[in-house]
């Protein structure tokens, strides 16, 4: 059995759990009437089948071009890929995991058809150029979300030619804030592959310095999930310096106490080298279900019209980087506290009115 990153549970679960999420997100916030969010919805579906059907692939049970299954699938216009419905993914889903303990193959494929894993997956291996295709749904400074949703793809599977096309096409869009902080990384990647160790530690620099050119972009990208790949094969070549550095500004973007930078930095400074690409909390972060409402609303509003300016962050404003942020999150302490105390006084004042009283 095949054990998932994240809280040691079979990885099937989580991964049925990841695309209940996703279905029940499409369901609860997506504007069927507006194509970019119908778009959005199904690319991350489209994501979340794929990694259903990579472990099915690992566990040999993939069906492959001969199955009676695969004949139909994947036929329909990539625009016309239809949701499953949220009730039918939850009633088959304990009966997905049990075919798959049981070893019924056939159960097993049948189920997941019938929650749309195969039409939205149709090949694994084929996958990420089919979500490449469909991500051209979308047009203007939107697009720019799935495009890094591409790069970090392409990353994952080590197809540097395709991550090198959807680098180019980035740089189109003046991306920003943690978009940029991605194309950094993945640029940073493409040097490491060939051996430029000073380009590759440059773009490591970048990558951080594009989430901190003010309070409220550090505070967006913290948001979302850190991408430590560069930062992980710079390592392992021996780079530990800036490797170090680069950590330590990790942690003024992702302060969440249970992110993993300040072991890594105590390992690294005790002279062992961890796997930077072994996080539980990471790996969580980086799912689908995880990813999909930030990134909805991201692209709703970036505006086709008007690109966003890239500004990079000015020398010795990192103090005021930090304050700025520092006040934004006790601002939202505080809208957050006043709400909370607004919805009590609602709800004793509405427990104290006699029935039959206007209220």
């Known amino acids: 059995m095949v054990r998932s990153e994240i809280s040691g549970e079979p990885a099937l679960k989580t991964l049925i759990m990841n695309y209940q999420i996703v279905i029940r997100d499409n369901e609860s916030y997506c504007e069927k009437s507006d194509p970019l969010s119908r778009v959005i919805f199904s690319f991350y579906a489209m994501k979340s089948a794929y990694l ?3 472990l099915l692939k690992e566990e040999n049970i993939y069906p492959g071009e001969s199955s009676l299954l695969a004949r139909n699938l994947g036929e329909a216009p990539l625009d016309e890929t239809q949701m499953p419905r949220l009730s ?3 009633s088959n889903s304990n009966s997905i995991l049990d075919a798959f303990e049981s070893g019924d193959r056939a159960s097993l494929l049948r189920l997941l058809e019938e929650i ?3 039409e939205f997956c149709p090949n694994a291996d084929e996958q990420l150029q089919r979500m490449g295709r469909f991500s051209k749904f979308v047009d203007g400074n939107a697009r720019i979300v799935l495009l890094v949703e591409l790069v970090l793809f392409a990353c994952e599977l080590r197809d540097y030619d395709a991550m090198r096309g959807f680098l180019l096409e980035s740089w189109e869009w003046k ?16 040097s490491l592959d060939s051996g430029d160790w000073e380009t590759a530690i440059s773009c490591l620099e970048k990558s951080t310095d594009a989430c901190l050119t003010d309070g409220k972009t550090a505070q967006r990208c913290g948001l979302r999930a850190p991408n430590f790949r560069l930062a992980d094969g710079l390592l392992k070549a021996g780079h530990k310096e800036p490797v170090l ?3 330590a500004e990790c942690q003024d973007i992702w302060r969440l106490g249970w992110m993993p ?3 890594w930095i105590k390992i690294i400074e005790d002279g062992a080298i961890p796997d930077l690409l072994d996080s539980p909390t990471v790996a969580s972060m980086n799912l689908p279900s995880c990813r999909l409402y930030l990134q909805w609303l991201r692209a709703r509003t970036l505006d086709a019209d008007h690109p966003v300016a890239n500004v990079p962050r000015s020398a010795g404003s990192r103090r005021e980087v930090m304050d700025e942020r520092m006040r934004l999150a006790e601002d939202g302490k505080k809208l957050l506290s006043e709400g909370i105390k607004e919805w ?3 709800e004793v004042e509405g427990d104290l009115v006699e029935p039959g009283q206007p209220e």
């Open 52 to 54: 259903i059907v990579k």
């Open 88 to 90: 039918t993914v939850l």
């Open 116 to 118: 749309g894993v195969f």
């Open 175 to 190: 991306p920003d804030g943690w978009e940029l902080y991605n194309l950094y990384i993945g640029e940073g990647l493409l």
């Open 245 to 247: 550095k680069h950590l």
């Open 261 to 263: 930078m300040r072991n």
């Open 344 to 346: 009590l006084t609602r």
